[in-house]
């Protein structure tokens, strides 16, 4: 047995790579360069006419790529971790273990995307999803069929509702219920600094890189963790035949970008309770897992260590939230989070805007919602730029 390397606390496991440890399985650069380089190759020379190298085409294995997959699983606590294309991508890959005529139970308060595939799937695929309020551990178990149900998808807390999903009862419920089904968390809005669903339980848990873990909207990525060396094959089989594994360069830049995640969540967190705490003193409805009016607020404290950096707020009327939106000049109207600066979006009108009116409605989806995702500027700023837009919208405020 290879002695277990030691683990350090969650910042530090961030930015730490052992770079001289004799673990096939670690990072390994020849020549122990701080920083990874970028093997900018398609291909790699062989040996023997046999071509038993570790990499020989970079759709099938690329040491830049390696690399991201390993510290990230060691983030993770997965048994192996995978970088592909996008945060769809990645979720496109994990439904290709469902087959035709088995289903899906998922959230109602799904990504935009998210949505978008699922419905594709059962379009064309004959691939069933049955949405459900993942707040309640029973309305997942009543549509679970021992036969079908191939995948539970949760995301928790849900974009833009901000409701928490029980992962550790549902995970546990599922494997009691239905043991075929795999439980799949997508825990971009956590990120594995804050929540840790391997360890809650999940089989797969996947990220938008694209968000908190590469933090600059600079680059586009999919992560996913699994726990086991079984389902890791599987979901390489299926990134080797499809050519979707992230590029030596976007690997790199995301590997640079996961070192700082700790300085950034814990800033940008501190930054949201903040403006959280200055929407609810004036009087506005805000759904935010860190403040103590969230129906789950002690739920979410035993899923995760914090309560990220994205909030929604309520104004009840639709023309003044396009005007909050709209004269903020710090907040950049933008779809998408996990930013170093500060975004303010109107979901139904962007990200959701591909989920139709009715449904939006059937789901209490609020047309006048405003989302927002804190950065890392200086919340005395942030603060002073809402509260000019909630003025010049007509509100009274109090800062
Ligand atoms: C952005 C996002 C995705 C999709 O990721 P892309 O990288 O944009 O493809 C999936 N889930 C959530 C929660 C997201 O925010």
Redesign the pocket.
């Known amino acids: 047995m290879p002695n277990q390397p030691k683990r350090y606390r969650p910042a530090t496991e961030l930015v730490f790579v052992d770079s001289f440890s004799d673990d096939p399985n670690a990072v390994n650069d020849p020549y122990h360069a701080s920083s990874v380089p970028i093997y900018q190759t398609a291909t790699f020379k062989q040996t023997s006419a046999s071509g038993s190298g570790q990499y020989d085409y970079s759709r099938s294995g690329n040491p830049t790529r390696s690399a991201v997959e390993i510290h990230l699983a060691k983030i993770m606590n997965a048994e192996r971790a995978f970088v592909v294309s996008?945060?769809?991508?990645a979720?496109d890959v994990i439904t290709r273990l469902v087959g035709a005529g088995e289903e899906i139970v998922a959230g109602d308060d799904l990504?935009g995307?998210?949505n978008r595939l699922l419905t594709y799937l059962s379009t064309y695929m004959n691939v069933k999803t049955h949405n459900v309020d993942t707040t309640s551990v029973s309305a997942v178990e009543a549509k679970l069929d021992p036969f079908k149900t191939k995948l539970v998808l949760l995301?928790t807390p849900t974009?833009p509702k901000i409701k928490i999903a029980d992962i550790k009862s549902i995970a546990e419920m599922v494997k009691a219920k239905c043991p075929n089904a795999l439980v799949v968390v997508?825990n971009?809005?956590m990120s594995p600094y804050l929540q840790k669903t391997l360890d809650l339980g999940a089989h797969i848990e996947y990220h938008?890189?694209?968000?908190y873990l590469s933090g600059h909207h600079d680059l586009?990525?999919?992560v996913i963790g699994v726990c086991s060396q079984e389902i890791a094959d599987r979901i390489y089989h299926v990134i080797n035949a499809t050519g979707c594994g992230l590029s030596p360069f976007d690997s790199w830049l995301l590997f640079r970008g996961v070192k700082t995640l700790a300085v950034r969540i814990e800033k940008q967190q501190t930054n949201a309770m903040l403006v959280a705490n200055f929407l609810e003193a004036n009087g506005f409805k805000v759904h935010f897992p860190g403040l103590a009016s969230h129906p789950q607020y002690e739920l979410h404290k035993t899923l995760s260590s914090g309560p990220g950096a994205v909030l929604s707020f309520e104004t009840g009327d639709i023309a003044a939230s396009e005007r909050i939106v709209e004269t903020t000049k710090l907040w950049a109207i933008s779809v998408?989070?996990g930013c170093v600066n500060s975004l303010i979006s109107m979901p139904c009108r962007m990200s959701h805007a591909s989920i139709p009116a009715e449904i939006r409605l059937q789901r209490d989806l609020k047309e006048d919602l405003i989302r927002l995702c804190v950065g890392i500027e200086d919340p005395t700023d942030l603060i002073e730029d809402l509260s000019n837009a909630l003025v010049f919208a007509g509100y009274s405020i109090k800062n």
Request: overall charge negative.
């Open positions: 996008s945060g769809m991508s979720l990504y995307g998210t995301e974009n997508d971009t809005m938008s890189g694209t968000k586009m990525a999919g998408s989070f």
